[in-house]
Nanobody, 124 residues
Framework: QVQLVESGGGLVQPGDSLRLSCAASGRTFSQSYVGWFRQAPGKEREFVAAIRWNSRHTYYAESVKGRFTISRDTAKVYLQMNSMKPDDTAVYYC???????????????????WGQGTQVTVSA
């Protein structure tokens, strides 16, 4: 049974930083991608970043490139968010793609397992 549990969300001001964590358990992830997605009210869920578990190669949406960093340690995946903007306000989800296909990591339908989400609000 795969479990993904996000933490670290909250209310920050524009320009601030925040780090989200995703605790992953339940299987080996060697060929998998772990991704972060976000969903703002009234909008579709969108890709933010992903990391290949074994190689640690990282991938980002253009809207967060240079501001956000995805990384991992033994059992957690992190999303470091810097220079945050009001447009970053959303529920952030951690997800696991066991298919290991690079061409589909930006597609939320490719992910097999999801966490419950954590709210991030950027407001003055």
């Amino acid at each position: 049974q795969v479990q993904l549990v996000e933490s670290g969300g909250g209310l920050v001001q524009p320009g601030d930083s925040l780090r989200l964590s995703c605790a992953a358990s339940g299987r080996t992830f060697s060929q998998s991608y772990v991704g972060w997605f976000r969903q703002a009210p009234g909008k579709e869920r969108e890709f933010v970043a992903a990391i290949r578990w074994n190689s640690r190669h990282t991938y980002y949406a253009e809207s967060v490139k240079g501001r956000f960093t995805i990384s991992r340690d033994t059992a957690k995946v992190y999303l470091q968010m810097n220079s945050m903007k009001p447009d970053d306000t959303a529920v952030y989800y951690c997800a696991l793609d066991t298919n290991g296909i690079l061409s589909t990591i930006r597609v939320h339908g490719s992910y097999d397992y999801w966490g419950q989400g954590t709210q991030v609000t950027v407001s003055a």
